[in-house]
């Protein structure tokens, strides 16, 4: 089974941006869709950024879109979630997360993942 650890989280200032990436290891990777997930203080977990497992299909929320893109280098087994022209609003706890998909399929439902990373804060500061 795939196990995921994040990094890259922290603090930024409004209008700044920061790259996470989501080390994968244990599975083959390519057979894996993922996903970038949040949860802001007092809210539901919200998905923002999916790649199909196949690398060909990416999909993203329209909270971020045009902000935030999500990529992976395959050799690496790591998938980044690049964000950029962050704001307040994007402060939460993002979760990386993989399942086993057919290599067309995407998704931002939190229930079509079985497989979770640990989490990392990001924090904007206005």
């Known amino acids: 089974q795939l196990r995921l650890v994040e990094s890259g989280g922290g603090l930024v200032q409004s209008g700044g941006s920061l790259r996470l990436s989501c080390v994968a290891s244990g599975d083959t990777f390519n057979y894996y869709m993922v996903g970038w997930f949040r949860q802001a203080p007092g809210k539901g977990r919200e998905g923002i950024s999916c790649?199909?497992?196949?690398?060909?299909?990416a999909y993203n929320a329209d909270s971020v879109q045009g902000r935030f893109s999500i990529s992976r280098d395959t050799d690496k087994k790591v998938v980044y979630l690049q964000m950029n022209r962050l704001n307040p609003d994007d402060t939460g706890f993002y979760c990386?997360?993989?399942?086993?998909?057919?290599?067309?399929?995407?998704?931002?439902?939190?229930?079509?993942?079985?497989?979770w990373g640990q989490g990392i804060q990001v924090t904007v500061s206005s």
């Open positions: 790649l199909s497992s196949g690398g060909g299909s």
């Open positions: 990386y997360a993989a399942d086993q998909r057919r290599p067309d399929w995407v998704s931002l439902a939190e229930n079509d993942y079985g497989i």
